[in-house]
């Protein structure tokens, strides 16, 4: 007698998969899940893993033109962080039944994308204080949340990505304050920074909900915990008190307290840019890709290697 367990019937599975949702506990990869949730988790870890990897460019850019040598160590450290949180999430990725050399090429052939934000130049030593502040103080906002998400390997990985994450909020936060305390051209320098990022940062939370098809579906497959502008709000929620701590202006005149709404009032990003960065012509679209692609193939030794390494280990393990 056979004592292989007989496959459930699709609906059964379906069943056990909706209560697990419903119940607010994980599913785990070798957990029966639908198509859609799959390649929804695929697209959404995929996209982030890449945003970390191609997130280390505009600050690596100044890596070598740290003003001293405690500048240079916090900032090695913070690009570093960034490589390790895109390989937690390629691992965390690759549980859904998708190799990683798969997920470099979608992204080097541009069929994933990676992060808009990604596409901005870093002008100045302030760009790093800035991203520090507002960019990865945005990833933040999206990010806690997703601690909480219903894919396992996704939330655990996040877990410890928000701590880094929040390392990286106060070192750029302490970069922006020491200039502050600075000269006039250092204090200029860093609202001129502000300037340029603070809509870009808004623009980290995606179209609004009205344009944001997916996140509905999303939401009840509990891979998203709130809605784009929801989590907008709570950015420029918290981010307002730290920008008067700083003294820096925010570039956006309706930008007020709303006592009745208790949350601040601010004004529409411009929508277009957001879609032609997306596109592939935000301002630095093209260097970003082929600064990857190069980097990808740079590394092919490395790759080789450690296959062959590999192969030799298991044929020494198999004669044993
Ligand atoms: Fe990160
Ligand atoms: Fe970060």
Known sequence: MSTTPVEPAEAARQAAFDATIAHHDRIEPRDWMPDGYRKTLIRQIAQHAHSEIIGMQPEGNWIGRAPSLRRKAILLAKVQDEAGHGLYLYSACETLGIARSELVDMLLSGRQKYSSIFNYPTLSYADVGTIGWLVDGAAICNQVPLCRTSYGPYGRAMIRICKEESFHQRQGYELLRTMMDGTDAQRAMVQESVDRFWWPSLMMFGPPDAESPNTEQSMAWGVKRNSNDELRQKFVDMTVPQAQALGVTLPDPALRWNAERDHHDFGEPDWSELTAVIRGNGPCNTERMAHRRAA?????????????????????????
Request: net charge positive.
């Open 296 to 320: 990808h193939e740079d590394g092919a030794w490395v790759r080789e290697a450690a296959t062959a390494f590999a192969a030799r280990s298991a044929a020494k393990a198999g004669a044993r």
